[in-house]
Structures are given as structure tokens and as C-alpha cells.
């Protein structure tokens, strides 16, 4: 595995050291890249997403066990590293795509969701904390052969994901999350366990998708219900009615545990999962009208 003077070595041969622009804090501590593998369950064969591979610490680590990894790197400074030094040493196992993980705010780098197919894969990486968000969601709701997601992450992003209905982070994230899996938490890291330190503290957090979902099992209604839910939760400060009118103009037909009187931030997330599809008939009986 690279030690911390390994992953200064390598900058150097990329030509530039962090850049902060990217989100670049090289996680560099072996128990913890350890941990996060471990409570991944990934096994020699499996196939692994990873996002910001940066020097490669994760990246080799998964590779000595025999994982199958399909990494996305936006520095290309770094992607020529990795192309002379894991690509050369592991042609087989490791597939190197130079770019942003994500085509548009809601779907997968191109190239990336073409190398993966229809296989089954999970996400494993030291993700970048403006990226984390977005390729999660997008992952969750667009891609049901991620079987489940396995990263480090700003501490208070990973707690949006967990946050209990009521609460001030419960929102869209946590909701959808919550709907089509189980949140975990694996470990709070310092900022002392990255090169350069971050400003914030990080968590290690697991996703694992659930084999019978909250939010039901058609991939082409969990995008729609991701947008509807967080359009209801942009006016959460006031009754559902309020942002249903927008919606779904004159629609009047509410799940039996959902009143109209409620805040979004008080309903569970199989609540507002029942509500979501009851405006989604209702606006499609409008449409068709």
C-alpha cells in the first residue's frame, strides 16, 4: 500500500501538488483504507466504481484482493500516473477513465456506465465532497446494479443520508436514500488522517441497496420520485398542500396516513414515497385528459 511519502512522490510525477479546487486530501492511513474495503465486502472478481483514485492508495489496495476496478479521475495529471504505474502493473483488473464521474447532474460519466454494462458493481472511493452528493443520488435512483456505495465523505454530508424524519438535515437525500436502502455508518476520520488536512471532519459511510424497497422495485419511477421529493421538500417550511398545488394542480387524492396539513419533513419516507406516486397518477390522469 503507498505511505504518505509514496503519494507525495506521485504528485510530484503528476507535475503539481494538491489542488484544493479538485478536493484533494489523500486519505493515507492503511487501517482505515482497510476498514472501508472490509465493510464493503468486496471479493476477488467483484467489480468496483471509484471515483477520484487520485495516487491510487485505495485503488491498489482493492486491486491486491483481486477486485476489478473501474476508476474515474478528473486530474489528468494524475491519470498519466496512474496509466504508467496500477494500469501497467494490474492490464487486467484495472480500467482507467480520464473525466468528471458524472455526464450531467443526474447521469454517469458515459464512458464509465459503459465499461460497468449491466453488471453488478459497487461504489468504493475517498470521494471528492462537491461530487459525493449528486453521484450518489444518481447511482441510487439511475443505476440498480450498484448493489451498494462504500466512501468517505464530509461527516455532515453522510448524516443527511442517515437524519431521522424531523429533524433539521432530513431532506431529499436521507428520504431516498432511506427508500431503496440502509444507511451505515463505518468511521469518523480526523483531518489528521489525510494529506493535506481538510477543514472538516470526514465519515466513512456504507449504502447498501435493499432487495425490496421502500420506494418498489421499477428503476424508471425512483428518478421520478427523486424529483418529486425534493420538489415538496424545497417549501418544507410549509404544508404539503402548498407544494402539491404546484405540482398537481386540484389534486385532492391523499394517502390515508398523509394529511394535508402535514409538513414533508414530518412524514417517513414511506409516506412521502406514497404520497410522490398518488401525485404522479394524478398528474398523468390530467395529461392524458
Known amino acids: 500500500m503507498q505511505s504518505l511519502s509514496d503519494i507525495k512522490d506521485l504528485l510530484s510525477m503528476a507535475g503539481h501538488g494538491p489542488k484544493k479546487a479538485l478536493g484533494q486530501n489523500f486519505l493515507f492511513d492503511h487501517n482505515l483504507i482497510n476498514k472501508l474495503i472490509d465493510a464493503s465486502g468486496v471479493r476477488a472478481g467483484d467489480l468496483v466504481l471509484e471515483v477520484g483514485p487520485g495516487t491510487g492508495a485505495l485503488t491498489v489496495a482493492m486491486l491486491e484482493r483481486g477486485a476489478r476496478v473501474i476508476a474515474v479521475e478528473l486530474d489528468s495529471g494524475l491519470a498519466g500516473v496512474l496509466q504508467g504505474t496500477l494500469c501497467a502493473q494490474y492490464p487486467q483488473q484495472m480500467t482507467l477513465i480520464e473525466g468528471d464521474c458524472l455526464a450531467t447532474k443526474r447521469s454517469l460519466n458515459v464512458q464509465a456506465a459503459a465499461a460497468i454494462g449491466d453488471q453488478p458493481f459497487r461504489l468504493i472511493a475517498n470521494l471528492p465532497y462537491h461530487a459525493a452528493t449528486p453521484l450518489m443520488i444518481a447511482l441510487m435512483t439511475r443505476h440498480p446494479s450498484c448493489s451498494g456505495m462504500f466512501v468517505t465523505i464530509q461527516r455532515e454530508v453522510s448524516q443527511r443520508f442517515a437524519a431521522p424524519v424531523g429533524g433539521k438535515i432530513y431532506g431529499t437525500v436521507g428520504v431516498i436514500a432511506q427508500s431503496l436502502g440502509r444507511v451505515e455508518h463505518i468511521a469518523t476520520l480526523p483531518p489528521t488522517c489525510f494529506w493535506p488536512r481538510p477543514e472538516v471532519t470526514s465519515a466513512m459511510m456504507g449504502w447498501h441497496r435493499d432487495e425490496h424497497p421502500i420506494a418498489g422495485s421499477d ?58 406516486r398518488s401525485v404522479q397518477m394524478a398528474r398523468d390522469s390530467s395529461a392524458t385528459r
Do not use: H
Not at 421520478?224 to 410549509?238: G, N, P
Not at 402548498?242 to 402535514?262: E, H, N, Q, R, T
Open 219 to 276: 428503476p424508471d419511477w425512483w428518478g421520478v420520485y427523486a424529483d418529486l421529493t425534493q420538489a415538496l421538500f424545497m417549501s418544507r417550511r410549509k404544508k404539503i398542500s402548498f407544494a402539491i398545488k404546484k405540482l398537481a394542480p386540484g389534486f385532492d387524492g391523499y394517502p390515508d396516513s398523509v394529511s394535508a396539513d402535514a409538513r414533508v419533513d414530518e412524514l417517513s419516507p414511506a409516506q412521502i414515497e406514497a404520497l410522490c
